[in-house]
C-alpha cells in the first residue's frame, strides 16, 4: 500500500512540475501586450487622466478616457513604463473593435487612501498610450497627469443639506432658483493654481427610469470668471429631492466637487 502511494505521490510532484513548465514557457511565448507596431502609426485623438476629489464625499480616484475611430488592443505606461491599463476586446468585440473607453477608478475615503497615497501610486508625467488600430496601424499618444487637484468650491446659495435624507429640511423656489459659488483660486494644499472651468449638475433623487436613461439632469459647463447659475424653471418639478453638485475643473483636468441637497416647494 505504501509502495502504491508513493509512486501516486510522485506521479502528482511530476505532474505538477510539467504543468509548471508549460505554463512557464507559455508566458514566456505570449507576446507582450500592446507592442510597439512597426507599421505606420496615428495619435489618439483623445487620451486623458485625471484626479477626481468629491470633497463632498471626501473621497477620492483617478478618471480617464481613451477615444479614437476603432482600435483592437489599447495600453496606457506611466511615465516608469510600468503598465497602469490594459484593455483588449475579445471574439465579435474584437472584430467590431471599441472606439473609446472612459473610466472611473474605485473612490476610496480619504482615511484608507489619500493624496499622499495617490501620489505615490500614480507619479506625475506622461502617460503613453500605445495599441493597435481597427485597420491594423499603431496608435500612439500620451496623457498628461498632474497633482494639482482643486480646492473644494465654496457654494454660496442656495443652502443644502448635507445628507440625502435631509433634502426636505431645505426648500428652494421652483422658479428662481440661482446657484452661485466661490472663485476657486489655489489647489486643496494651498498652492497657485490654473481653473479652466466650472460644472454644475443637478440631479433629481428619485430614479423611475429602472436603468437611469431618461434621468433628469441639468449639467452645465461655464466659463472660469462665472461664479452664478440661474437653473431654468423648466426642469426643476414641484416637490421634488435634488442634488446639486459644483465642479471646480483645474487646466490638466482634475477635478474637485462639493454639492449636497434640496427640495422643491
Not at 508566458?27 to 486623458?48: G, L, N, Y
Not at 434621468?215 to 437653473?231: A, K
Not at 423648466?234 to 459644483?246: A, R
Amino acid at each position: 500500500m505504501r509502495i502504491h502511494q508513493k509512486a501516486l505521490q510522485l506521479f502528482v510532484v511530476s505532474a505538477l512540475l510539467t504543468l509548471m513548465f508549460v505554463s512557464i514557457v507559455s508566458a514566456q511565448d505570449s507576446p507582450m501586450p500592446c507592442v510597439p507596431a512597426q507599421a505606420e502609426t496615428v495619435t489618439i485623438a483623445t487620451a486623458k487622466l485625471y484626479i477626481e476629489y468629491n470633497a463632498a464625499a471626501d473621497d477620492l480616484g483617478v478618471h480617464g478616457a481613451f477615444d479614437d475611430h476603432g482600435w483592437s488592443e489599447l495600453c496606457v505606461y506611466d511615465p516608469n513604463n510600468v503598465l497602469v491599463l490594459h484593455v483588449s476586446p475579445q471574439s465579435q468585440l474584437k472584430d467590431l473593435t471599441m472606439a473609446g473607453i472612459f473610466f472611473e477608478s474605485r473612490e476610496p475615503i480619504l482615511e484608507e487612501f489619500n493624496f499622499a497615497n495617490l501620489g505615490a501610486a500614480f507619479p506625475e508625467g506622461q502617460y503613453e498610450v500605445r495599441g493597435t488600430n481597427f485597420d491594423g496601424t499603431g496608435l500612439i499618444g500620451a496623457a498628461t497627469f498632474t497633482h494639482n487637484v482643486p480646492a473644494k468650491p465654496i457654494i454660496v446659495v442656495p443652502a443644502l443639506a448635507m445628507d440625502e435624507e435631509l433634502a426636505g429640511d431645505v426648500v428652494v423656489s421652483t422658479t428662481d432658483l440661482v446657484i452661485e459659488w466661490e472663485d476657486v483660486t489655489q489647489t486643496y494644499d494651498g498652492k497657485p493654481i490654473v481653473i479652466t472651468g466650472y460644472e454644475i449638475i443637478v440631479t433629481r433623487l428619485e430614479k423611475t427610469d429602472p436603468h437611469g436613461y431618461s434621468l433628469p439632469i441639468f449639467d452645465v459647463h461655464v466659463p472660469p470668471d462665472r461664479n452664478r447659475l440661474p437653473v431654468p424653471v423648466e426642469f426643476l418639478e414641484p416637490g421634488t429631492g435634488y442634488e446639486l453638485e459644483v465642479l471646480a475643473l483645474e487646466e490638466s483636468g482634475n477635478q474637485t466637487i462639493a454639492g449636497g441637497y434640496f427640495t422643491t416647494n
